[in-house]
């Protein structure tokens, strides 16, 4: 009844910029934070940056100032700017939201399907 859909992975070189994009749609009452996470191959699922819908922040040391998250609350779309890639950074991203369906409903996790940064030269 939710999907979550990724756009805006894909290869970048070492320094360059990405910006990803992952909208929500389906049955929504009210969206609450909406995050994403990244996990590189062999490693576990990790916090990248998170937003809540009151627009606090929250970023991973590892990009602290290379990224930015935004929402657009009115598309209940989040974005994910990422400048000065490094190789480190290759990973499936993917969005997560914490979704209402209904006024009654309880507040429920969602996920998108992930989309790949590759950052090589």
């Given at each position: 009844q939710v999907q979550l859909v990724e756009s805006g992975g894909g290869l970048v070189q070492p320094g360059g910029s990405l910006r990803l994009s992952c909208a929500a749609s389906g049955s929504i009452f009210n969206i609450y934070a909406?995050?994403?996470y990244r996990q590189a191959p062999g490693k576990?699922?990790?916090l990248v940056a998170a937003?809540?819908?009151g627009g606090s922040t929250n970023y991973a040391d590892?990009?602290?100032g290379r990224g930015t998250i935004s929402r657009d609350n009115a598309k209940n779309t989040v974005y994910l700017q990422m400048n000065i890639l490094k190789p480190e950074d290759t990973a499936v991203y993917y969005c997560n939201a914490l979704i209402k369906?209904?006024?009654q409903a309880l507040a429920s996790d969602y996920w998108g399907q992930g989309t790949?940064?590759?950052v090589s030269s």
């Open positions: 909406m995050a994403w576990q699922r990790e937003m809540t819908s590892s990009v602290k369906t209904t006024a790949q940064v590759t």
